[in-house]
């Protein structure tokens, strides 16, 4: 699996018709651009996987929270967003900033089935883990998957709402994750840290 090249994605920008995006975490849930339709989707040759150390949105670097990123390797579940061509320049900006912030994650072109009725094959925009970038976590077990997802807290907010929500939204579009709900039963299990309100001094 490699990255697509610059000029590949600045083209992604520049080529005609409506832009379909692949969300397989808190896209899913959490877009954040006008789309036209979504519609539940399959992608082949990657997996959904907590396996991205946060620094910024759920946790700092010297308390990693844990997202997901698309690694390598059998398939993944998760919605498929088509956007309005008139929305594509536009959505791609977006999603850079908010995917590219420590260029953990490359763009890439990924084929698509759409679990439609026409079960239609299309091509969309993803956003796969960099599995040489510091960030990149490995296969971690479940235990320390859940020290991470309870330390974490960063920019978007408690790392554990983000795998929560992300479940929810997993369940919503009627399927699983075996994984993640072995975690989200041992995170409602767990009590989660207590954070200071604003104003307030983090205890010694």
């Known amino acids: 699996m490699s990255a697509i090249t ?3 994605s600045e083209s992604q920008g520049d080529l005609q018709g409506d832009l379909w995006v692949f969300g397989y975490g808190s896209l899913m ?3 954040g651009f006008e789309f036209v339709e979504r519609v539940p989707a399959r992608l082949i040759g990657e997996h959904r ?3 991205v150390y946060s620094f910024v949105h759920r946790g700092t670097p010297e308390k990693p929270g844990l997202v997901l990123g698309l690694d390598r390797g059998g398939a993944c579940r998760g919605i498929a967003f088509r956007v309005a061509e008139k929305h594509r ?4 900006a977006y999603l850079r900033e908010r995917e590219q912030v420590t260029s953990v994650y490359r763009e890439v072109t990924r084929s698509l089935w759409l679990e439609n009725d026409p079960r239609q094959r299309v091509s969309a925009l993803a956003y ?8 990149y976590a490995g296969r971690l077990s479940l ?7 309870l330390q974490g807290h960063g920019r978007s907010g408690i790392n554990r709402d983000y795998v929560l929500s992300t479940v929810k939204a997993i369940e919503a579009a009627g399927f699983r994750d075996n994984q993640l709900h072995r975690l989200a039963m041992m995170l409602h299990d767990a009590h989660p840290i207590q954070l200071p309100r ?7």
Do not use: F, K, M, Y
Request: charged share 25%; proline share 11%.
């Open 6 to 8: 610059p000029s590949e």
């Open 29 to 31: 849930w959490r877009p």
């Open 49 to 51: 996987a907590l396996c």
């Open 89 to 92: 320049t536009s959505t791609i």
């Open 128 to 135: 796969v883990v960099d599995r040489g970038h510091v960030q």
């Open 143 to 149: 235990a320390e998957q859940l020290r991470h997802v």
């Open 198 to 204: 604003p104003g307030e001094q983090e205890a010694p």
